[in-house]
């Protein structure tokens, strides 16, 4: 079962693993470090006590094992935008797809937004495959990114 969590400073190493090979590929970024792990679970945990929260960041809990995270950014006008990053090694399962419907359902619920919105990179395919079995509509492709939309009264 996919279950979402917050994260605690216990959860710096899994973090790191998920911010390293193939998953970091669309993300524009090299892999995450033991210290930017660190300081990275440090900031997710301070964003959370924030008063409201505007970046949601959640672990995507699979038996015990963190495999993942998800992403939940307040934009104006009561639009989110979701974004999600799952270790290598766990890709296929379902639990992205199982995680941003349980994401998409609490900032529908518990975020009181009207919209979400997301996007991946072009050459990630599998990640679109996500966001519609998640109820996304795609919307197309601009900025060199294919993007995604979802609105409250759709789920």
Not at 34 to 43: K, N, S
Not at 49 to 63: C, H, K, N, S
């Amino acid at each position: 079962m996919t279950i979402l969590r917050v994260l605690t400073p216990a959860d710096a190493s899994a973090i790191r693993r998920i911010y390293s090979g193939a998953a970091v590929t669309y993300l524009m970024r090299p892999e995450m470090t033991a210290p930017e792990a660190d300081a990275y679970v440090a900031q997710v945990i301070e964003w959370s006590r924030a008063t409201p929260v505007a970046q949601y960041v959640l672990g995507v809990d699979v038996a015990g094992d963190l495999v993942g995270v998800v992403k939940l950014g307040r934009r104006p006008a009561g639009h989110g935008r979701v974004s999600y990053v799952l270790r290598e090694d766990t890709w296929g399962r379902g639990y992205a797809t199982a995680a941003v419907e349980q994401l998409a359902a609490s900032a529908f619920t518990a975020a009181a937004l009207d919209s979400l919105g997301a996007k991946h990179h072009p050459d990630n395919p599998a990640s679109g495959r996500v966001l519609t079995k998640a109820g996304f509509t795609c919307l197309g492709a601009d900025g060199g990114f294919v993007h995604y939309w979802l609105d409250h009264d759709r789920r």
